[in-house]
C-alpha cells in the first residue's frame, strides 16, 4: 500500500475517495465536529492508494476513535459532487465517493473526545441523535439510519442542481 491518499487534484477540480464508520449506539449516531466551522461530518477519511475500502474504514475508525472496530456490513455508496469551501478544497469542483460501512458496536465502546487531524483543524467525536434539528452531514441520515436495510444503497447528490 502506498500512503498517498486516494485523491486527484487539479486548479479546477477535485476527486476524492473516501469511507466513513457508521457507529450507532443508544440511537444516536459518532460523528466529527470541527470546532472552529462548528461543522459536524461522518467519522471517516480519505482512502489511501491500495487500500481496500474495507481496510480503509477499520484504519479510519482506529485512528479516530483510538478503538479497533470490525465492519458490519457496507450500507451505501454516496457519489456527492459539490463546489468546496475547506481550505484543501476550496472553489474547486469536487467529485466526491464516500463508502458507507455500518460498524459492530460493542456494548462497552467508549470514545474519548478531542482529536486533531492532519490539517491541524480542532475536532472532536460527537453523539448526535440523527433526528436532531442540528446541521450535519450527510443529509441521508436523517432517513435512512431509521431502517437499515441489509442492501447496499447508492445515492447520488449534485450539489450543484440544488442551489437557486
Known sequence: MINKDLTIVDDKNMLNVRVAGIIIKDNRVLMVKNLRSDYIYSLGGRLKFGESARQGVVREVEEETGVRLEIDRLGFVFENIFIGHTPSKMD??????????????????HVETGIETADDERETLVWIDWHSDEEYYPLFFR?????????????????RQLKI
Open 143 to 159: 432517513t435512512e439510519l431509521d431502517n437499515p436495510s441489509q442492501e447496499v444503497k447508492h445515492i447520488f447528490i449534485d450539489e
Open 92 to 109: 474547486k469542483l469536487v467529485y466526491e465517493i464516500t463508502f458507507y460501512f455500518y460498524m459492530k458496536v460493542p456494548e462497552d465502546f
